[in-house]
């Protein structure tokens, strides 16, 4: 071989030996072969084995699709392992399925697929501390302190022992079975809510809206200030939750601009990790599920949220199998573990019926909030569904936020609870009740008519047919006659105060006029109460003792002095039909004094 270039030892690695990862390719063939062929043998493989323990990708991808047929009790055989891995769409990855030809049908016995497991999990012990041992002498060449090696030595210690304790047979198997007299012994009545007062420490829940309300938004400050020990919605602080933030929608521009309007920035994330577009086989697999065990293993989370769950699943959204397969593969294995999970998903078509899909979606989770936006800043998070009944049950919330031109302020956006007199009861937002206090809070006249209160519920993003309309409008101007002075006061003051760029509208004026100007087609002004003192009627000469009138708040015919009604109230006439100079009878306001 003397016309082959050698390479220096000092090339080959410092200590002149060409590395490579210590594993044994045979032991992993042999055994794969086998769990192709045999559940038991998978079974008995995986009380010793785990499959980061298999070095070779193709293995172990074999292995995640086996142990996902085991859970579902679908037969084993070369042909049904490659018609899965085709649906996965990653028949590539196993030689286009002659990899598996190979394995499956020179195989050995079943019985001996546990001494080939054992194998291979002793050489991956090793290679992991091969691989501890080059992460030591990289730290060192970064000038590592000697505290930072011990920090990573006692990491990898903890690591192998908690291997060594947990994961693999029976122990593991066991550890389901209930221990009675520490089991009474617990309270389970003392819960402590996390922070928001939404779920307890390992709970699982889903928080549905549809797109304009806003979810990741109060879920990202949630969780943040969940992961910097703060307060959120009223409740007191706590010690800060490590969490793990999975996100398949929203770009890093956004991700950067919402956090550091909470108040977010560099040495002020706390204990969240923030996974964005994670490349994560689909959670409905069991190659997805052990992805996100994973990522949530090396967080150190006790909190993971996916934002959104349509985006990790690889099943129909109306397949009750998609959500049942997430659970299993999923939810189950975080649930056992005790971390708690927040899913986001969309609303569906009908809002009255939840999110969109698969009734099954519901059936596996704690609690189910919807979040809505009811126009003027405000939001209505509703609890729909419930395991435990613990915790409060609606929140009504105001998302505020501050800006400087097109930049928003650091540290000014927040969500609140709604904090105002005389609150009408929390309904959903169509319903007629709730129509008419958020009428009432965005400081609409009680005497309103058709075409205003219909112009600003479209402003408030708020949807009401033309018969809700009128019925409301009805039910608006009876009060005003039992109650003139019954005119909420407005929420909030401040103009400056904004909402969130594409969700719900700022608190603004009730249209585009000036403050000073009235509504059309009304007497009375802008802001609550008259804009002008009201002036007396002129005091008829009907007789001794006869009282001054006063101004009616339903505005009168500058002609006759009767109220105006219909639609000459609606369209801003000024006289009566009777009274309207097109009509050309014009009678004398005052006949009696003729």
Known sequence: MDNVRHMPRDQADQDGLMRTSPHDAEAENWMAGAILNDRTAYLECAQVLDRDDIYQPAIRLIWDVVGGMVAENKQLHPITVRTEIEKLKRLREVDNGTLLDKLGYETIAPSMAQTLAERIADIAKVRRHDEHANRIKQQIQLGATAEELDKLDTAHRQYEERRATTGHGPSHLTASFLDWDPFFATDFGQVDLLPGQLMAPGQQITIVGDGKAGKSLLVQEWLWRMATG??????????????????????????????????????????????????????????????????????????????????????????????????????????????????????????????????????????????????????????????????????????????????????????????????????????????????????????????????????????????????????????????????????????????????????????????????????????????????????????????????????????????LHGYRLDRGYDTCLGCDPETGSHPDPHPEAS
């Open 230 to 563: 703060q307060s959120f919605l009223g409740d007191r602080p706590q010690p800060a939750v490590p969490l793990l933030y999975v996100d398949a929608e929203n770009g890093h521009e956004d991700i950067q601009q919402r956090f550091r309007s909470y108040g977010g920035g560099p040495g002020r994330m706390g204990l969240m990790t923030y996974s964005s577009f994670p490349p994560i086989r689909p959670l409905d697999t069991a190659g997805g599920g052990a992805d996100l065990m994973a990522l949530v293993k090396e967080a150190e989370a006790q909190l993971v949220c996916l934002d959104t769950v349509s985006r990790f699943i690889s099943g129909p959204e109306n397949d009750a199998d998609t959500w049942l397969s997430l659970y299993r593969h999923t939810l189950l294995p975080l649930k056992r573990a005790g971390i708690a999970s927040v899913r986001l998903d969309h609303m569906g078509k009908d809002g009255e019926r939840g999110a969109r899909g698969s009734s099954a979606k519901t059936q596996d989770v704690d609690h189910v909030w919807e979040l809505r936006a009811t126009g003027g800043g405000s939001l209505l998070l509703k609890r729909t569904h419930t395991r435990t009944g613990i915790g409060p049950e609606v929140f009504s919330i105001i998302r505020q936020a501050r800006k400087d031109g097109n930049h928003y302020l650091p540290g000014q956006t927040r969500h609140i609870l709604m904090d105002y007199e005389h609150t009408e009861p929390v309904v959903a937002s169509s319903d007629e009740k709730h129509i008419i206090a958020a009428l009432d809070r965005a400081g609409v006249p009680l005497d309103a008519g058709n075409r205003v209160v219909k112009s600003k519920l479209a402003e408030l993003q708020i949807p009401a047919g033309s018969d809700k309309i009128s019925r409301i409008v009805k039910a608006r101007q009876n009060r005003l006659k039992t109650d003139g002075s019954n005119v909420p006061p407005r929420r909030s003051p401040d103009h400056d105060q904004q909402t969130f760029p594409g969700n719900v509208p700022r608190n603004a004026s009730r249209d585009s006029k000036d403050a000073g100007q009235t509504f059309p087609g009304n007497t009375q002004g802008t802001f609550p109460g008259p804009m002008f003192p009201p002036v007396s009627l002129s005091r008829r000469e009907t007789g001794e003792g006869t009282q001054e009138q006063h101004q009616s708040q339903t505005p009168l015919c500058t002609v006759c002095n009767k109220p």
